[in-house]
């Protein structure tokens, strides 16, 4: 193993490689060998490992969604993340960056679209909704659903006696 100043990530991967997939099938083997030769290494081989920043990873991420299916992708960022807490078990590295670096189940990163715009209401229109309610039969359920962020389902279930 190198000094922790000197690794790489491609001495990363490859050790994790030679280490813990020697127990794995061939055919297994072979293919985590051709994806961080081929999608790894070449990319992100050459930074120390303990200079490796997320922005790095995700840029990394980025830049093969373009040519890797959605499974490839997250298969290359398990084999990533898998590499790195290997070096952290041996203590070359402390954090491991691939693992802040998260896919959803379609190979897209979180975070990387907006998602929609919230249609919850502000203080403002809480308190007018509220007012304008005060007095009707609809004051109690508005009530309990604004104070309490459950949803309207879950509130039309409730019962209670009228005081």
């Known amino acids: 193993m190198n000094s922790p100043t000197r690794y790489t990530v491609a001495a990363c ?13 061939p055919t297994t083997r072979d293919n985590y060998t051709r994806l961080a030769n081929t999608h790894i290494t070449p990319y992100l081989g ?15 991420l980025r830049g093969r969604k373009k040519h890797l299916s959605s499974r490839t992708l997250r298969l290359v960022l398990n084999l990533l993340e898998r590499a790195i807490r290997y070096a952290q078990v041996q203590e070359v ?17 979180k975070g990387d679209k907006p998602g929609r715009p919230s249609k919850s209401m502000n203080l403002e229109q809480a308190v007018a909704v509220l007012k304008a309610a005060e007095g009707t039969r609809w004051y109690a359920y508005l009530m309990r659903s604004i104070v ?13 006696e009228a005081g």
Request: proline share 0%.
């Open 46 to 60: 050459r930074y120390l490992l303990a200079e490796l920043r997320v922005a790095d990873v995700l840029a990394w």
């Open 13 to 25: 991967v490859a050790e994790f490689l030679r280490d813990q997939t020697a127990d794995l099938a």
């Open 93 to 109: 590295v402390a954090r491991n960056v691939a693992e802040l670096a998260r896919l959803d189940q379609r190979g897209r990163l």
């Open 148 to 160: 309490t962020g459950a949803r309207t389902e879950e509130i039309r279930a409730l019962t209670w």
